[in-house]
C-alpha cells in the first residue's frame, strides 16, 4: 500500500466519538516507539480507532484532538509536510489550509497548517501539526475547535493538545 494510501484511510475515519474517561497517559502507537505520549487532563474522553489515530474530545464539546505517528517504508520518500497536510484536510473534508506556520509539537519544531471544515454544523477551526521526527518518521496532531468555542473553552482545548510529547522507549 502506497503511503498515501495508508495516510489517507486513517485519517479520513476522524470521528466525534468518545469512550469513558479516566486520568492517565495514552500513547499512539500504544506498542513500538517513536510514539506520541499524552497525558489525559480532566474533561477529556479518549478513543483509539482502528486506523492508528489516538483522539480527544473536551466533554463540554470545546473541541477535539487527534494525534498519530506515521511511518514510510523501507526506502519509501516522505513527501512535503505540505502535501501531507492536504491529504489530511482533505480526508476530514476540510478547505485546503489557508496558512502555514512554524511552530513546536510535542517538545520540537513542527509546522502548522490552517483550516476550517463544516459538516452541517458550525464551522470548526482545524489545524494540522506535523513534526518530521526522523528519515521515516513522522508525528502529526490535529486541533479541532468549533468557532462558537470561549476563548476559555480555546485554551483549554490547546492545553490539552501541549501535554503531547515524543517518547522513543
Do not use: C
Not at 463540554?60 to 506515521?70: E, P
Not at 476550517?116 to 470548526?124: E, N
Amino acid at each position: 500500500m502506497s503511503f498515501a494510501s495508508r495516510l489517507l484511510l486513517p485519517l479520513a475515519a476522524i470521528a466525534l466519538t468518545a469512550a469513558s474517561a479516566h486520568a492517565q497517559s495514552f500513547r499512539i502507537p500504544a506498542e513500538g516507539v517513536p510514539a506520541i505520549e499524552v497525558a489525559k487532563q480532566a474533561g477529556w474522553t479518549e478513543k483509539y480507532d482502528d486506523y492508528g489515530n489516538l483522539t480527544f474530545f473536551a466533554e463540554d464539546k470545546s473541541g477535539g484532538l487527534l494525534f498519530r505517528t506515521i511511518e514510510a517504508g523501507e526506502g519509501e520518500a516522505i513527501p512535503e509536510n505540505s502535501a501531507i497536510a492536504e491529504l489530511i484536510l482533505g480526508a476530514a473534508g476540510a478547505k485546503p489550509f489557508t496558512k502555514r506556520e512554524a511552530t513546536q509539537f510535542a517538545g520540537g519544531p513542527a509546522e502548522a497548517f490552517h483550516s476550517t471544515m463544516s459538516a452541517g454544523g458550525p464551522v470548526v477551526d482545524i489545524v494540522v501539526v506535523i513534526r518530521n521526527l526522523d528519515a521515516r518518521h513522522l508525528a502529526v496532531g490535529v486541533t479541532m475547535i468549533p468557532q462558537t468555542t470561549s476563548a476559555e473553552g480555546r485554551k483549554a482545548v490547546l492545553a490539552q493538545f501541549a501535554q503531547a510529547r515524543i517518547v522513543n522507549r
